[in-house]
């Protein structure tokens, strides 16, 4: 099968790139082309993954931000305060100098969750979001 190949330009910081560089050398990829597949890929595997949640969840969001990141710490505050009916606790550690790790514990519709997130992880000066949910469960 002959795949339509398209060629994109993208600014990254370089220690950014230099630490994917390092780690598609360890995994043994042939170039860095297909290590971006891959991410990409990924990437993508994780929105359907949080797409299809469904019903009511309960989780926790943990966050790993930059908090020297200009209004970032504000932004977050304002989300926090638009879901606070989502989010039942969290927790706030200051990593080191830069940086802050958020475990946010949600609990309800899932859709409200999965906003949550995306909200949380596009903006600028976050790092990672992970995201893990599951259910009591029904009669039993
Ligand atoms: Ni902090």
């Not at 370089?14 to 290590?35: K, M």
């Not at 926090?80 to 969290?90: A, C, F, P, V």
């Amino acid at each position: 099968m002959k795949r339509d190949l398209m060629r994109i330009g993208v600014s990254l910081p370089a220690n950014l790139l230099n630490r994917f560089d390092e780690i598609i050398s360890l995994r043994g990829y042939s170039s860095r082309s297909e290590g971006i597949r891959d991410a990409i890929r990924n990437y993508i595997v994780d929105y359907e993954w949080i797409s299809q949640q469904k019903g009511d969840r309960v989780g926790t969001i943990t966050l790993i931000f930059d908090h020297s990141q200009r209004g970032l710490v504000d932004e977050l505050t304002d989300i926090e305060h638009d879901y606070s009916k989502l989010i039942e606790s969290s927790l706030h550690v200051h990593l080191d100098e830069i940086n802050c790790l958020e475990v946010i514990l949600v609990r309800g519709e899932s859709q409200d969750v999965k906003n949550i997130v995306e909200k949380m992880m596009a903006l600028k000066g976050v790092k990672h979001v992970k995201l893990t949910t599951t259910s009591p469960g029904e009669g039993f």
